[in-house]
């Protein structure tokens, strides 16, 4: 449910969608999206409600490596010569109604 | 893109040339290599802060640094600014254009201010010797880096100045310093002179004669006797620093980092008296990476150890190998280096435990042997490269609230810079000699014999006073001093009898009534 609504506000503000779930072994990013000048990868956390913790906490150190390292295979395998761009995008709620963030930029790729 | 950025690592007082590396290629990740230690890892951090708070954007590409040679460690945060403008230039950012002419140095903060580094000194010399046309430093180094001529030096305050420099959008003034006139003008002054004190004119006198021979002295006196006011004004009647001299002791403070902002050469001879807690390392200098210690900031100047006594033995000990050798190698694990130390050695301490023994008022409440314990604190071999002994009375009442001013340090500085000039003169064919002090027995031999009536005085006092051989050869030396002063060719019975006097922890009686 989190993944569709994220797709079509990412649509809504004119990117385009270029992969959903794509994977590189066992590591995996949820959207591929891509506007005029850049390529940008989207990690979605879903949560029902933020009473331990807002969503964005849930991508730590551990999972931006495994974001960082899948966009460099993506990059490499399609030759997308566009910088890149990490956005997170936090959905809080559940089917009754949903909050939903957009963080852009939210890190860059750290020391390997 | 592949660029070039040009840096350097301080090893010992001396520079190297460390090129970064910077490619930029198809990807995302970013790779840092050369052995960098942890405070070069973290710049990774500030630099993308550094570029966002300015407008810059951190290119999200394959980065792939590498930092040349790879062999060597690069420590400390003084690469900041070569690897941003790597990485910005790298990601065509930055014209990379006049990048091959300049050697970049600077620590940034988050906010893309660029701070002071350590070492800029030597950097300088090396920029200049490696033919670079300018160096970039932050501002508060630019003075000291200044002093190397022959070279542009530009002082920035943020890292937008850097980057519009290179893009050639703006110019940046470089800082001129006229080394040699601010040098000259700086020396004389002091905060301190010798006219303060009241009384004393013997431990003036001992201290005079101490200037100009070199020697190293302890004073041995009560307390509150003046011992450490005497010593601070020390660096008053020394000869004024030469430009090689001072050169040398501002590249050790600059590698240090401990030269005031905005200091170009240090004018003055540097006074520097550690705490009696002070440990082994920090004395002559170690550490993981080593940096330079006491006896190397007090090179070519005094080091003051005041109440010797207290000072751990050990700490004591590894004075004495510097002493002879006048620098200090260290070695460790990761690497060897080597340190100037050419200092002159000005001790203080309390007679006994209490303070009082020999005090002409008060009665000292030590058994004879507490006072030898006391002496014993300090090793025969330490106290053997001390030349001057000297015991420090307090000033009576009547003297001190004397308002006539004594002797300027001025006067006496000159007396000691034509002894000196005799003993120039004296040891010109001698590699590495430059003063009374340093005479070995081959030049004692020649230059330090007693004429008739003078040997007669040594012997009758050998025998009274019951001194030892190794008082002989040290008061040959201090009277060839004293004769120097005195303008004398030969070493005359009156030269004797004063070298003497400056043997008082050398009596075998001292401690025993």
Known sequence: MGEAMATSMLVGKGLRIRNHNWRCGKLEIDIVAESDDEIIFVEVKTRQNTYFADPKDAVTDKKIRNIVRAADAYIKEYEVDKPARFDIVEIVGNDGGAEIDHIEGAFLPPLM | MLVKVYAAAVQGIDAMPVTIEVNCSRGCLFHLVGLPDSAVKESHERIKSALSVNGYKFPTKEIIINMSPADVRKEGTAYDLPLAIGILASAEEVSAERLPRFMLMGEISLDGSVLPIKGALPIAILARSEGYEGLIVPEQNAREAAVVNNLQVFGVRNIREVISFLNGEAELEPTV???????????????????????????????????????????????????????????????????????????????????????????????????????????????????????????????????????????????????????????????????????????????????????????????????????????????????????????????????RQGEPSAAIRERVVAARRVQEERFKGEKGIYCNAQMTLRLMNIHAVPDADGLRLLKNAMQRLNLSARAYDRILRVARTIADLDGSQSIKSSHIAEAISYRNLDRAAWGNS
Do not use: W
Not at chain 2, 227 to 240: C, D, F, G, V
Not at chain 2, 247 to 264: D, M, N, Q, Y
Not at chain 2, 337 to 342: E, R
């Open chain 2, 177 to 403: 310093v006229d080394t040699r006139a601010e040098f000259y003008a700086r020396q004389a002054s002091f905060d301190l002179d010798f006219a303060e004190v009241k009384g004393q004119e013997s431990v003036k006198r001992a201290l005079e004669v101490a200037a100009a021979g070199g020697h190293n002295v302890i004073m041995v006196g009560a307390p509150g006797s003046g011992k450490s006011m005497m010593a601070k004004r020390l660096p008053s009647i020394l000869p004024p620093l030469s430009l090689g001299e001072s050169l040398e002791t501002t590249k050790i403070h600059s590698v240090a980092g401990k030269l005031p902002r905005g200091t170009s050469l240090i004018a003055q001879r540097p006074f520097r008296s550690p705490h009696h807690t002070i440990s082994q390392v920090a004395m002559v200098g170690g550490g993981t990476y080593p940096a330079p210690g006491e006896i190397s900031l007090a090179h070519n100047g005094v080091l003051f150890l005041d109440e010797l006594p207290e000072f751990n033995r050990a700490v004591l000990e590894v004075l004495r190998q510097p002493l002879e050798d006048r620098h200090i190698s260290i070695a460790r694990a990761k690497c060897s280096l080597d340190y100037p130390a050419s200092f002159m050695l000005v001790a203080s301490m309390n007679p006994c435990p209490c303070g009082y023994y020999n005090h002409p008022t008060k009665q000292c409440v030590c058994t004879p042997g507490q006072v030898q314990k006391y002496l014993n604190r300090i090793s025969g071999p330490l106290l053997d490269r001390i030349d001057i002994q000297v015991e420090i009375v307090p000033v009576p009442f009547e003297k001190m609230a004397d308002t």
